[in-house]
């Protein structure tokens, strides 16, 4: 069964520094969706990305983050000068059609910020 | 803003009988309800979705929307203990599109030996 696959798995980085999350969604997929889930919270909403734009982004989701499709099959997270607060569980999630479609999510990153 | 409540529980329930696990959801034009299940450490996996008023049967999950209420609910039968995980209930943003869900914060159910 086709999978979303997410690098790297864990990332350690140092705070200040800048970090790229990697996606590569279902292959037909049209819908793509970044997530984040501090430890011990609930999984909250970041970004939806359709048609190589964002079409809805959380409050979260500020000028420290964007979003890239750089290629046929890549997605990817940047988030610049990190801090402490960064760390989180960020999973990739996509649907072949739209949000009233179930969601597939990769495994996730976890992203350490020192 | 959308609300999804759920029970953080934990809820325990003893291996081969009924678990159900509980959502209530803010906004009454919701049109989609997705029911995940987490392990700790992992990632969110896709256990059941539901459009319509009524239950909707999958193997030894039912899940169950009530509009009117708006409550939607997860029943497992026969229960094993890998089920032990929580359970996230989710709902898209707004009426579809390209929308991010809202999760709930999830029921964390132990199954009992």
């Known amino acids: 069964e086709p999978e979303v696959t997410q690098t790297p798995s864990h990332q350690v980085t140092q705070m200040g520094q800048e970090v790229i999350l990697r996606c590569v969604p279902i292959?037909?997929?049209?819908?793509f969706y970044w997530y984040r889930q501090i430890l011990g919270q609930k999984v909250e909403f970041l970004v939806s990305f359709y048609n190589n734009e964002i079409s809805e982004k959380s409050e979260i989701f500020d000028d420290q983050f964007s979003v890239e499709r750089p290629d046929g099959s890549n997605f990817t997270l940047k988030i610049r000068s990190t801090k402490l607060e960064d760390s989180a569980m960020y999973f990739c999630?996509?649907?072949?059609?739209?949000?009233?479609?179930?969601?597939?999510f990769g495994d996730g990153t976890r992203l350490s910020i020192l | 803003q959308k609300e999804v409540e759920q029970n953080s529980g934990p809820l325990s329930v003893p291996e081969g009988a009924i678990a159900s696990l509980n959502c209530t959801y803010s906004d009454r034009g919701s049109q989609s309800f997705f029911w995940y299940r987490q392990y700790s450490g992992k990632s969110p996996e896709l256990i059941m979705f539901i459009y319509s008023n009524g239950d909707k049967e999958d193997g030894r999950f039912t899940a169950q929307l009530n509009k009117a209420s708006q409550y939607v609910s997860l029943l497992i039968r026969d229960s094993q203990p890998s089920d032990s995980a929580t359970y996230l209930c989710a709902v898209p943003n707004s009426g579809g599109g390209a929308d991010g869900l809202t999760f709930g914060k999830g029921t964390h159910l132990i199954i009992q030996p």
């Open positions: 292959s037909n997929h049209l819908y």
């Open positions: 999630a996509s649907t072949r059609l739209d949000s009233n479609q179930p969601q597939h």
